[in-house]
């Protein structure tokens, strides 16, 4: 099971969730760390922290990660993530810059803060409860009984107003990080970008495989409290629009059939996490069929610019 606990950058800052994160898992007891902490893994992401463990019952797991925090735990977490923060991944540094470019504030991700223990254990009691919790089960479905899952609403979607998603894209460092991103306002926003990032990338490796090549450079999907953004590192491959009108069509035929399947949902627990609604198969089926070439020419030509002739 996973855990998904909603959890708020404070200040534009990701550092007291994150070492929330740290604290609410860690012991000095060593049962309780072999017990809990050793086998968790968890991560604090843009608005939210996820604890992933398979052999725990949810609600046993939950009440040790809600037990009162320790100094003693506080000052060695806070010493441990000084030195997490010291050598932020690349990946992690554009992340931070794509944040800042898209918003309108100056948001840090990588910064170590100097905070007293009072301020983490009232952002405890305030976050670490059910009503901000999404329980994830291990086939990856939402648990209606529990925490935030009871108060998941049913949404039909506005499949009339698709012309105005609300997407964005920029380059930096010489051309070679590209990003695509919504900061959505519904699901509607969410599986279009959806739908578009994969059918970019399925025409890239399409093509690839038609000039015998191997290597293609796909998305990293991230999303957040307030977007989903996908990157792409490296030179992006010109796309001709006739070629890709054409593949585009059959791409529908062939979505539409996985969507039966239940695949592309993977975002259902972030989407119900943030928006707190859900969909149908139906709905999103339906939702994809009115995804007209206008829209997907607009989205296109505004991330590949020239590119898309
Ligand atoms: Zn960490």
Known sequence: MKLYIKTPFVNSNKFIPHLLEHCALQSRDPSEYLKYSILTSASTRTGFSCFEREDILAQEFFDYLRMPLEEEIFNQELLAIVKELEKPSFGQKVYE???????????????????????????????????????IDKDGKIDKNWGMGKQIKHQQLD????????????????ELQHFLWTKYSGIEDIFVLDYIGDLLESYWIFDASLHSKYFYSSFDWSFGDQYMILSNSGTLEGIKKSDFFTFSSIFKENYLRNLDYGWYRTWDSHIALFIGLETSIEEHKKLVRSIDNRLIESIVSDFLGEKFF
Not at 107 to 122: H, M, S
């Open 159 to 174: 499949i009339k107003n698709l012309t105005k998603v609300n997407c964005g894209s920029f380059s930096y460092r010489k």
């Open 97 to 135: 810059k794509i944040l800042n470019q898209i918003s309108s504030e100056k948001i840090t991700t990588n910064k170590a803060q100097e905070i007293p223990l009072t301020q983490l254990q009232d952002y405890h009691n305030q976050r670490y409860q059910e009503e901000y919790t999404l329980l």
